[in-house]
């Protein structure tokens, strides 16, 4: 599966982004599709996850109750609210098949080319 990550850019605080992960290939709905994101010196985190059924969801504390994330045809969205400086990074997003969910990187073998949110204080 081929992933293209798209929506980021220059948000102030407060304020809100909608990413987009489109997916080519057939067989989309057998992966598990996550969103990561890696700030500038810092180590690639996890932020959230949607299984291939889209039943289980799953998502970083930091994050939560200001993001969600879903998934429909070929796609998966991840709808940021309630921005904060501290969420600006590359945001990437990744799909597994072997897990229905999780939060490690090393788990997913296919990446994105990544999107950059910015946020202004």
């Known amino acids: 599966v081929q992933l293209q990550a798209s929506g980021g850019g220059l948000v102030q605080a407060g304020g809100s982004l909608r990413l987009s992960c489109a997916a080519s290939?057939?067989?989309?709905?057998?992966?598990?599709i996550a969103w990561f994101r890696q700030a500038p010196g810092k180590e690639r985190e996890f932020v959230a996850v949607i299984s291939w059924s889209g039943s289980a969801l799953y998502y970083a504390d930091s994050v939560k109750g200001r993001f969600t994330i879903s998934r429909g045809s070929a796609m998966v969205i991840l709808q940021m609210s309630s921005l904060k400086p501290e969420d600006t990074a590359v945001y990437y997003c990744a799909a597994q098949r072997k897990i229905p969910i999780s939060t490690m990187p090393l788990d997913y073998p296919y990446w994105g080319q990544g999107t950059l949110v910015t946020v202004s204080s």
């Open positions: 290939g057939r067989t989309f709905n057998d992966y598990t």
